[in-house]
């Protein structure tokens, strides 16, 4: 189990113990985190799972691949330098105790 955090919009964290495998959205999903949406389930089609990262688990993450770059474009929230998908964000040990906030809309 590895150690997740949402905050929303209005500054509200939830911590969560999310199951190592799955990816972000699938753990917001599972919790019933308000905010993502994954509409298309993690096929990079959607840009519903958009999260903003905190350092320092921003720069340790791995890159962009080139369709995530493309889906970041048609987020409905501004698009930020630490702008990802979340359902691109695989849970495991590299990322315990990461930080996302969720954007005011999806
Ligand atoms: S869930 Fe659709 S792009 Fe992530």
Same mark, same amino acid.
């Given at each position: 189990? @590895?150690?997740?955090?949402? !905050?929303?919009?209005?500054?509200?964290? #939830?911590?969560?113990?999310?199951?190592? +495998?799955?990816?972000? $959205?699938?753990?917001?999903?599972?919790?019933?985190?308000?905010?993502?949406?994954?509409?298309?389930?993690?096929?990079?089609?959607?840009? @519903?799972?958009?999260?903003? !990262?905190?350092?320092?688990?921003?720069? #340790?993450?791995?890159?962009?691949?080139? +369709?995530?770059?493309? $889906?970041?474009?048609?987020?409905?929230?501004?698009?930020?330098?630490?702008?990802?998908?979340?359902?691109?964000?695989?849970?495991?040990?590299?990322?315990?105790?990461? !930080?996302?906030?969720?954007?005011?809309?999806?």
């Amino acid at each position: 189990m @590895t150690k997740v955090t949402f !905050v929303d919009a209005d500054g509200n964290k #939830t911590t969560l113990d999310a199951r190592d +495998g799955d990816n972000l $959205m699938q753990a917001a999903i599972a919790d019933g985190i308000d905010g993502i949406v994954g509409e298309c389930c993690g096929a990079m089609m959607c840009a @519903t799972c958009h999260v903003y !990262v905190e350092e320092p688990h921003l720069t #340790t993450l791995p890159q962009r691949s080139e +369709g995530e770059e493309e $889906m970041l474009e048609c987020t409905a929230s501004e698009r930020r330098k630490n702008s990802r998908l979340s359902c691109q964000i695989k849970i495991g040990p590299d990322i315990d105790g990461i !930080v996302v906030h969720l954007p005011e809309e999806q």
